[in-house]
Every structure is written in C-alpha cells, then in structure tokens.
C-alpha cells in the first residue's frame, strides 16, 4: 500500500487448491458424530473429534464439457479453475433460504468424499447448522436427503449463533450444565439476528431478524461505486466489491457528525482509500517530429479554412438579415398608405396574424443585428475587415488588400444600383477608387462586371454594418457613462443601499442560474415532469399536419424572399407546402426541447452577473471574491472533486483508480439504518431495544452485563455461519490473503447504541467471538462430546413416525414444530 496517499492495489487471485481426502480408519467404527456447518459462501465440515474443520466454498457447477462432451461436475474451489463453470455456478442457498437441494445433496457428497467415508451408508449421527426461524419446507427435504440418501441414524439441527456463543462461554468442565446469560448478535450474509440467551437456553420466541447483511452490504457498495464511476473501464465483481468491503469500511460511532466532518475536502481526502485496478499503458506515439509538425500545420490549416466557411455563412446571414429588416421596415411604412382592409390582406400575405406579430419580428431582427454588431465591434475593425475579405475571397476567389481599404474613409459602390441588364455610362470619377470596375463605355455588364456588382453589395453592407456598430457603440458608450455618473451620486447618498440593491441582483441573476440547471437536470431525468413535457412537445410537433390557410401559398411565410418552401407530397392526388419554419415562433419548439444547447439567456446573465460583482468588489468594502459565484461554484467543486478527483483522459492509471470515501461508513451505516439503503425494516438498535424490552429489569441486566455478543463472519455468499460475537471481522474465504481481522468501531457504536437504553448503573460488556468463522463448527463439536448430545437428535424411527419437520425441543435449536 502506498500509504502516501492511501493507495491499495487490487490483489491477483490466488490459484484454487485441491485437498486430498483425509484416511477414513479411525473413524470407521467410532460412530463418531459428524458435524456440518452449512454456510452458503462456506461449508465447514468435520468429526467431532477434529480440532478445526474443513472448508470449502459451498458452490456448485454443472456443465457440459464441449471437448470431451461429457457432464462435468465441479465444487468448491474447483469451481474457479474454468471460466464455463463459474457461469454455471450456484449454491443451495437462494438469499436466507435453503432451497437448491440438488446443490445441497453434491455438497454432502463432497463432505463424505473429503472425510474419507467410503461406506454405502453413513454411519455417523449428523449435526448440521440452520438458520433462525428455519422454514418447515427446508428442513423437511433436508431430513428426506439425510435419511432416505444416506441412511445416516440421526440429525439435530442447531442455530449457529446459540453454538458460537456456547463455544466462547463453555463450562468447566464441558459436561457440566449450560447456564451462560448473554444476548446474541449474529451477522450473517442475507440478514441479521439478535438471540437472547438466559440460563443456557436461547430465548428463540423474542428472537429477531432484519433482512440485512453481508451480501445486501456488498451489493450496496457496488451499486454507489457503479453510481459514482458510471464509465469507469473495467468491470467491478462481486468478489472485489466484496474484498474492498471487509478491507476498508468501518463503522462510525456517531454517522452525522463523522459528516459534518467530511464536508472539508482536506478531510475528505485524508479518510478516503484508492484502489488501484489493473490497466495497461497505451502504445508509445512514434511518429517523428516532422510528422508531427506536418500533422499539426494540417490541422491549423483546417482550423483556417473552417475559420473562412464560418465567417462566409456568418456575413451571408448578417446581410440575408439586413434585408428581411429593411423588407419588414418598407412593409410597415406601406400602412399609412393602404387601407385598413388592403393592410390586412397584406399582413395575411406576407404570413403574419396581425401588426403585433410583425412588430414581434421586426424587433428580434433588430436585436438579432444588434448582437452580431455588438461582437463584431468588439473584435476590432481591422480583425472583422480581415475576416469579412477572407470570407469574400472564399465566395468570389479575389483577393483585396486590407489596408487599401481601411485607407478610405468613404467608399464608393458604383455597381450596387446598376441593374444588371442596362446601359452603365456612370460619371467620371473624383478620384480613383480602390475597387475594380468595369468599363466605364460598356453598354452591358458582363460576367466579370455582375461578380463586382456582387462583391460591391457584400463590401458595401459591411462597410454600413461597422459604421452603424460603431455609432450604436459611441451611443452605447455615452449611455454607460451617464449611468455611472448617476450610479456614483447614488452611492455617494447611500452606499449600503445601493450595495444591497446589487447584491438583491446579483441573488436574483444566480437564482435564475440554479432554476435553469435545475431544469436541464430534470430534463435528463425521463420520468420528471420537465422531460414528460418535452417529449410531449416533441410528439405534438411530430403529429402536427395542419397547414394554415395564410401558407398555403408558394414560398409563404414570414420572408418570402429568403425562406423558399418545398413541396411534400400529403397524398396520391394533394401536394402541400411544407411550410414549417416560415414563422420564427416554429423553430422555438427546436430550444424548448433541445436541452444540450447554449440559451442566450444564460450568456446574458453570466455578463450580467460578471458586471454586478465587479462593481461591488470595486466599491463595496464588505463584499469580497468569497462571495462572488465562481468563489462559491469553485468551493463546491473542490468538495466533488475530492469526493471523485478526475484524471486526464490519457492516464491510464489514474482513470483505473476507485476512491472511496463516504462510503466506507455509509455502507456499514445500513445496519442501523436500512431505510437509507431502500429496505423498509427496523435498525439493529430499534431490534436490539425492541428484544430487551420484553424481558424484566433484572433479566436484562443479565443479558448485557457479561458477555454480550459475538458476531460471525462477513462473508460474501453464506447463510448463518455465525459465531456470538460483537464485530463481524473482515474475512474472505473465497478471495485471495484470507484474514480475519474485524471491521472497526462496531463495538462503540453497538455500546452507544445500548448505553441509552440501559439504566447508568447497569454495567454493559460487549465481546467478540474469539474466531468468528468457525467458533459455531466448533460449538456444535463441543457440544457433540457431551452426554446430552445424544437426547437432541431424531432418528431413524422418530423421522418415520413424526414426518420430516419434527424435531426435538434443546437449548440450541430452532423451536418451531418441535417435538419434546
């Protein structure tokens, strides 16, 4: 681990083992029992006489092997060996339930195999591990498959966490009574069970069980890494998630304030841990530095043609627009001379409802000019010559000199009013002209003549543009003068209130910032009610064919002489103008529901608001550049990119890196909340209230004054395989450097979580299991040993006379359809 920056590299898994059956002559006559831990990750397996038990994961595969094709059939470790088999794999266990019986069944064949048993019946009494509340259906096939299968002359069944906690406090000597107190909580991999335990008996009547564990954390954490890495290059597994789960997560003792504290980035960063992925560097790029200066000419080369084809299209729709507005303005004078019913037919011609709506288009026109005035002023004179003349060679293929032209003041246009047909016998001219002409004796303008005429027209509306951008801009300029002229006396009679007036703005301009993003994030959001009306936008344009009377005309619309309409074909014997678009008020449906772009608004309001703060960090002493909007955007982005740093796209390592941070805590936090995780049920904390609270005040004392619990294992597929202990430990047995160390702060929360609800001179102890993963085995081995083993288990007999549900009433079981 590079501890530096708490770096942790993903461990290689480790290659499958294959033990070797053990000798089966010391126990072949013993009758010894035989004890099985079914776990549904882990199956652990043993005589009674053993010290330690086997294990293996409880996971079975089935498949048709294409080569040889003949059934193989593969287990435990096994399992890992080939790709076919893992797609294949399954355990008998479905969440908290047992259920896969044929699983079930190749699972005992491997446990009687390993041991050695190669007799036709097993001769052993049979002491195997269920979960709380066991349904009668899963015991009842289990008890048909150990007796009809097997013939083995008895089965008990235990609860895993009674036997761990009965392991940690045996008696002395062992065959002495089981009167230990203490109060059971067992994690296990589909849910979590809270045991009390008075005079040796488990208490199973107020045994409770959430729906939360091992497997549930494990899927959660993957669920918020594939949230907060939704592209991330390679695919996260179960098993990893699993690993970084027991590896990494904690439990805070207090989940708010451990928040609270989080919301430093400096904090944030020091408690996350990275995980680093495997990945592959990319290719080394050896082309040489002149094939890369030619590469890179070429594309400055493009970037300068696409600068050109920009600028063209850019004059070609300033001009197409300065004619809709002057088509537009002579259609407005013709209304004191025409009559109120000449003037309506007029209007209904042209494709307008009423004098509002041309009033509506003659005014975006102007905006829309003045706005593409405004920036090119702003560019500079001779930058916006360059590009109009760069733009006007691309269209005609001539080339014009900048500087001739930026030396006349007032140039002269002589071929824009010349028809093109006509005599052109102009004057002689004052002085010479900068521009080519033809010849003055011509009595026709030839080819060379009409492309002059043209680049005259287009020389001459840019000329006009920039003289009227630049007395727009000298307006513009004297207005801005006069506003802060009577700005200045307004914060020399009041400065605090012509401050809060700004800062009422300022608020009022990142509002409507918030409200707009607000709403491109609804739009993304399919089942929002923004993106319901947008796409009800969409189909309504979609569905709409109806053509009004007013453009049933050829080439209607609002500028008949720049926006030809094509025909479409409505049917075998109708043609119908296609006339959308004509009217601007059609493509306002294209910004309704394009979200992805850029609003005029927004860049409006971003000058707007770029304008409120520099005035008020330029007179205001109380407002400094922490209450600017990029101060503000840029903290909170410090804090997003220290929950998720991002990586250049070329770092391969960087970008193949996972931090965690909230969710180390979060994850184990569901155990207390699991609401918090969508899970409608009850924390540990209310369960565990809800268990002491049915017991008298002396009872409880004795549950929480000596030893209180023991947890098992956290593992990734395993139904109870709990030991009592207080802090499930971080143990992977299908993943590589198996440990058994125990996530921290469980037991202070847990004792946070009881301290409350017990009175202050009660004293409280909790406790772990002294190994979680087999301290039930070893349990249910102890308890083997003893006398009283043999007055739990049914028979043979008994099963044939009671039925396959029935078992016996002990302090160690289940006690549902039990039989005393």
Excluded at 106 to 118: E, N, R, S
Excluded at 155 to 161: E, H, N, P, R
Excluded at 576 to 581: A, H, L, M, Y
Aim: net charge neutral; charged share 30%.
């Amino acid at each position: 681990m590079d501890t530096e920056l708490n770096i942790t590299r993903l461990p290689t898994p480790s290659p499958p083992s294959h033990p070797t059956p053990e000798s089966y002559d010391t126990a072949r006559s013993a009758h010894t029992p035989l004890i099985i831990d079914n776990g549904s990750t882990n199956l652990r397996f043993g005589f009674a006489t053993s010290e330690s038990p086997h294990c293996a994961p409880n996971v079975v595969a089935k498949y048709k092997e294409r080569k040889l094709g003949r059934q193989v059939l593969l287990f435990g470790d096994a399992v890992e060996s080939d790709s076919t088999a893992r797609s294949q794999a399954k355990t008998p266990w479905e969440g908290d339930v047992l259920l896969n019986f044929d699983a079930l069944e190749h699972a005992l064949d491997y446990t009687f195999i390993q041991l050695g048993i190669d007799t036709p019946t097993i001769d052993h009494p049979i002491l195997m591990t269920e979960r709380l509340a066991s349904p009668l259906h899963s015991r009842a096939l289990t008890s048909e498959l150990l007796f009809e299968l097997y013939s083995v002359p008895s089965v008990t069944y235990a609860v895993d966490g009674v036997m761990s906690f009965y392991h940690n406090k045996l008696p002395t000597p062992p065959i002495a009574p089981f009167t230990a107190d203490g109060l059971v909580v067992s994690f296990n991999t589909a849910s979590t069970a809270v045991i009390p335990i008075l005079n040796g008996k488990g208490i199973m009547s107020q045994a409770k069980r959430i729906p939360w564990g091992a497997q549930q954390s494990t899927e959660y954490l993957l669920k918020l890494i594939q949230l907060k890495y939704p592209n991330f290059p390679t695919r996260v597994t179960t098993a990893q998630t699993n690993w970084m789960l027991q590896t990494f997560c904690e439990v805070a003792p207090d989940y708010p304030a451990l928040l609270r504290q989080l919301r430093s980035p400096d904090a944030l960063r020091a408690a996350e841990r990275i995980v680093q992925f495997p990945f592959v560097l990319p290719a080394a790029d050896e082309r040489s530095e002149e094939e890369l200066a030619r590469i890179a000419e070429r594309r400055r080369e493009q970037g300068r043609k696409l600068q050109e084809i920009a600028a063209k299209a850019r004059v070609e729709k300033l001009v197409e627009k300065e004619s809709d507005l002057q088509y537009l303005t002579k259609l407005k004078t013709r209304k004191a001379e025409e009559s109120r019913r000449e003037w309506e037919h007029s209007l209904q011609a042209e494709g307008f409802s009423d004098d509002g709506a041309l009033d509506q288009a003659i005014k975006k026109l102007e905006g829309d000019l003045k706005r593409a005035r405004k920036k090119e002023a702003s560019e500079g004179d001779e930058g916006t010559v360059r590009t109009l003349l760069s733009a006007f060679h691309y269209t005609c293929s001539l080339i014009v000199t900048p500087h001739l032209y930026l030396q006349q003041e007032e140039p002269s246009f002589p071929l824009v009013d010349v028809p093109d047909a006509e005599v052109y016998l102009p004057p002689p001219p004052l002085r010479p002209l900068p521009f080519e002409t033809i010849d003055p004796y011509a009595t026709q303008l030839d080819e060379e003549g009409l492309k002059e005429k043209r680049k005259q027209k287009l020389m001459k509306a840019g000329f006009e543009a920039r003289a009227r951008a630049r007395r727009e801009k000298e307006k513009e300029r004297e207005e801005r003068e006069a506003e802060e002229r009577r700005e200045a006396e307004e914060r020399g009679r009041d400065l605090a209130g012509w401050a809060g007036k700004l800062r009422a703005e300022q608020e009022a301009i990142i509002a409507r910032m918030k409200e707009r993003s607000r709403r491109k994030t609804a739009l993304s959001d399919r089942k929002s009610a923004a993106s319901q009306a947008r796409m009800k936008s969409i189909a309504t344009l979609a569905a709409d064919e109806r053509v009004p009377k007013k453009r049933r005309k050829v080439g209607g619309g609002a500028y008949p002489l720049f926006l030809p309409t094509p025909h479409i074909l409505k049917s075998p014997f109708s043609i119908v103008e296609d006339t959308f678009g004509a009217d601007d008020a059609d493509w306002m449906i294209y910004r309704k529901i394009n979200t992805a772009a850029a609003s005029e608004d927004e860049e409006d309001d971003l000058a707007q608001l770029q304008a409120v703060e520099t005035k008020l960090l330029a007179h205001d002493p109380t407002f400094s550049a922490e209450h600017t909007h990029a101060a503000r955007a840029s903290q909170r982005s410090a804090l997003i990119s220290a929950f998720r740093p991002k990586y250049e796209d070329g770092d391969a390592e960087g970008n193949t890196r996972i931090h965690l941070s909230t969710e180390r805590w979060r994850v184990c936090e569901a155990y207390f909340s699991p609401g918090m995780a969508g899970i409608d049920s009850a924390g540990l904390g209310e369960v565990i209230q809800t268990v002491l609270s049915a017991f008298s005040a002396p009872e409880r004392g004795r549950l929480v004054q000596v030893r209180a619990s023991s947890f098992s294992s956290f593992t990734t597929c395993s139904t109870p395989t709990t030991a009592t202990a207080t802090i499930p430990p971080r143990h992977t047995e299908r993943l590589p450097h198996r440990r058994a160390a125990h996530i921290p702060g469980l037991s202070a929360r847990l004792h946070a979580t009881l301290r409350p609800l017990l009175p202050p001179e009660m004293p409280l102890s909790i406790v772990r299991a002294r190994d979680p993963p087999c301290d039930a085995w070893r349990g249910m081995a102890d308890f083997a040993r003893t006398p009283g083993f043999a007055r739990t288990g049914v028979t043979r007999a008994e099963y044939e006379e009671w039925g396959a549900e029935r078992i016996r009433r002990w302090w160690g079981g289940n006690w549902n359809m039990s039989v005393v």
